[in-house]
């Protein structure tokens, strides 16, 4: 079992940056692949970035990429998402997911899921 917690998330105006951290816990943390998903209000959950635990990671869309960056802590088992120059349409709520083995982008192939943390951001 693996429980994820977000934090970091809030609001900040366009230009500014955001950092979430994902605490994990759970006995199959150390093989899991980690990743952050987005789903803006009426939109579908879109897949930003993962990490697997040796550090190899998985880009996301194309609207994120070189904004976003992903990170992993393995000693502290936390997982983090910095996030620059964010815009108006980042407005969403965020969240951390785990893959038990494996690192992947498809939504369907992770199995434990956070509550999400909310980022607004104002024009």
């Known amino acids: 079992q693996v429980q994820l917690v977000e934090s970091g998330g809030g609001l900040v105006q366009a230009g500014g940056s955001l950092r979430l951290s994902c605490a994990a816990s759970?006995?199959?943390?150390?093989?899991?692949?980690m990743a952050w998903f987005r789903q803006a209000p009426g939109k579908e959950r879109e897949f930003l970035a993962a990490?697997?635990?040796?550090?190899?990671?998985?880009s996301g869309a194309d609207s994120v990429k070189g904004r976003f960056t992903i990170s992993r802590d393995n000693a502290a088992n936390t997982v983090y998402l910095q996030m620059n120059s964010l815009k108006p349409e980042d407005t969403a709520v965020y969240y951390c997911?785990?893959?038990?083995?494996?690192?992947?982008?498809?939504?369907?192939?992770?199995?434990?899921w956070g509550q999400g943390t909310q980022v607004t951001v104002s024009s």
């Open positions: 759970g006995r199959t943390v150390s093989r899991s692949g």
């Open positions: 990490i697997s635990w040796g550090g190899v990671r998985k």
């Open positions: 997911a785990a893959a038990i083995g494996r690192v992947t982008e498809r939504i369907g192939e992770y199995d434990y």
